[in-house]
T-cell receptor
């Protein structure tokens, strides 16, 4: 069965520091991959997606993610974190039933 | 902008009550979804619908039902609420053709059952 693993439950960074959130997936074929962000008390907003082509994907709010097939990973990065980036981040993959499968999320805390 | 609205942001109900959670989208999307979100568990799919009058079970349908009488509206029903249904409920919609690939989410309803 397809699955998504986000190994970091909680990450804390200082404002201005770089960020990398990890995501590993389990899926046999070429996956469709997503990163969503959920600000406190809000629904989810799409940050970026990968379907095919260039393995480095640019998203909104200065985020990017890199698809690495050999590592089954789709890690999210940002070179300089802002306090407003504090939120919960979800990685997701489209499984073979055409449904989104979500990871358990990584909560990002940003210190000034 | 795609807009998905949910009828309540916060809801408190008593055990045994019938609960209706309403979701409306204004982008003429064919697909609509209901998820349950619990801390540490991520989002789990309860039910989804690809068309009016159509519904299919997701991963955790037990204790829930849904209704889709109009394209823009998808309702989640808890026939007899229980305390273990206390959670955040998120509605989403997407276009047909990319079955569930890019979903747009509502703000969520935080339901507390006492």
């Amino acid at each position: 069965a397809q699955s998504v693993t986000q190994p970091d439950i909680h990450i804390t960074v200082s404002e201005g520091a770089s960020l990398e959130l990890r995501c590993n997936y389990s899926y046999g074929a070429t996956p469709y991959l997503f990163w969503y962000v959920q600000s406190p008390g809000q629904g989810l907003q799409l940050l970026l997606k990968y379907f095919s082509g260039d393995t480095l994907v640019q998203g909104i709010k200065g985020f990017e993610a890199e698809f690495k097939r050999s590592q089954s990973s789709f890690n999210l990065r940002k070179p300089s974190v802002h306090w407003s980036d504090a939120a919960e981040y979800f990685c997701a993959v489209v499984g073979n039933t055409d449904k989104l499968i979500f990871g358990t999320g990584t909560r990002l805390q940003v210190f000034p | 902008d795609v807009k998905v609205t949910q009828s309540s942001r916060y809801l408190v109900k008593r055990t045994g009550e019938k609960v209706f959670l309403e979701c409306v989208q204004d982008m003429d999307h064919e697909n609509m979804f209901w998820y349950r979100q619990d801390p540490g568990l991520g989002l789990r799919l309860i039910y989804f619908s690809y068309d009016v009058k159509m519904k299919e079970k997701g991963d955790i349908p037990e204790g829930y039902s849904v209704s889709r009488e109009k394209k823009e509206r998808f309702s989640l029903i808890l026939e007899s609420a229980s305390t273990n249904q206390t959670a955040m409920y998120l509605c989403a919609s997407s276009l047909k053709g990319a079955p569930s690939y890019e979903q747009y989410f509502g703000p969520g309803t935080r339901l507390t059952v006492t």
